[in-house]
């Protein structure tokens, strides 16, 4: 009975730790997207990620740690720099240093960025203006905008 009991731990952690799983465009591995927010401060954002966790796993990730999650999460925002500020079951908050180029005097530009995901729903706020854009794997074009203090 001891034998079950340390397999079924391992499929349900090689689950946890295994690549990425052939599915729908919004799915990681264990984790599906719903939506990013990136608001832009200065030259700073602040990534804000809504997403779903495959049933059963919450529960290891739970039992096990966040680790792996984290990383995941990382991997799908594809921002250098980032550094998880919260993360639970259902969102995490990134928080990405020099993610806009500071071309001085409150002037800054957000490059292009792609994600590891198409994102069903993206949401980019600079202090002056929203901007919405529906299953994008890639912001293209970049954005250009002005902060103050």
Do not use: C
Request: aromatic content about 10%; hydrophobic content about 45%.
């Amino acid at each position: 009975m001891r034998w079950v009991t340390v397999a079924v731990v391992l499929m349900l952690v090689a689950a946890l730790i295994a690549p990425v799983v052939a599915g729908s465009d919004e799915r990681y591995s264990y984790i599906t997207v719903e939506d990013v927010t990136i608001q832009l401060v200065k030259e700073h954002a602040i990534v804000t990620v809504n997403y779903q966790i495959d049933d059963g796993i919450g529960l290891l990730v739970l039992l096990l740690g966040k680790s792996d999650l984290k990383r995941k999460v990382l991997d799908i925002l594809n921002f250098e720099d980032a550094k998880i500020q919260s993360i639970d079951l259902e969102h995490a908050v990134v928080l990405v240093n020099n993610a806009s180029n500071d071309y001085g005097q409150g002037s800054y530009w957000f490059p292009e960025h792609k994600f590891e995901v198409v994102v069903p729903s993206l949401t980019v706020i600079t202090p002056h203006d929203t901007k919405y854009y529906a299953n994008v794997s890639e912001f293209t074009g970049g954005l250009g905008y002005f902060s103050t203090d």
